[in-house]
């Protein structure tokens, strides 16, 4: 059974950083691709970023050089660091497999976590 448990949350001040952490289990994780994926109040579910099971990464316009995904296939976690928190990057995050066909990321149909809220006040 799938399980992604999304933890680092919280509330900051603009030009804040925080540390998402996702904790996986249930497949073999180091040979799968995990996308994060923001999503605003009122909003859809969005991917801003992936690391593919090599460790190469890429990024949403909006966050890239602000925001740095990284993997521990040891720990079966993904992280998201995010530095310079502008008051748009507030809602909640989740990460989910991803898998890329034909030029375009995918996500894979299963159950997400719970997600993690983070808030940036202006």
């Known amino acids: 059974q799938v399980q992604l448990v999304e933890s680092g949350g919280g509330s900051v001040q603009a030009g804040g950083s925080l540390r998402l952490s996702c904790v996986a289990s249930?497949?073999?994780?180091?040979?799968?691709?995990m996308g994060w994926f923001h999503q605003a109040p009122g909003q859809e579910r969005l991917l801003i970023g992936y690391?593919?099971?090599?460790?190469?990464?890429d990024y949403k316009k909006t966050v890239k050089d602000r925001f740095t995904i990284t993997r521990d296939n040891a720990e079966s976690t993904v992280f998201l660091q995010m530095t310079n928190l502008k008051p748009e990057d507030t809602g909640v995050y989740f990460c989910?497999?991803?898998?890329?066909?034909?030029?375009?990321?995918?996500?894979?149909?299963?159950?997400w976590g719970q997600g993690t809220q983070v808030t940036v006040s202006s």
């Open positions: 989910h497999r991803v898998y890329t066909t034909e030029g375009r990321v995918r996500v894979i149909n299963e159950g």
């Open positions: 249930g497949f073999t994780f180091n040979i799968n691709h």
């Open positions: 690391i593919r099971s090599d460790g190469t990464t």
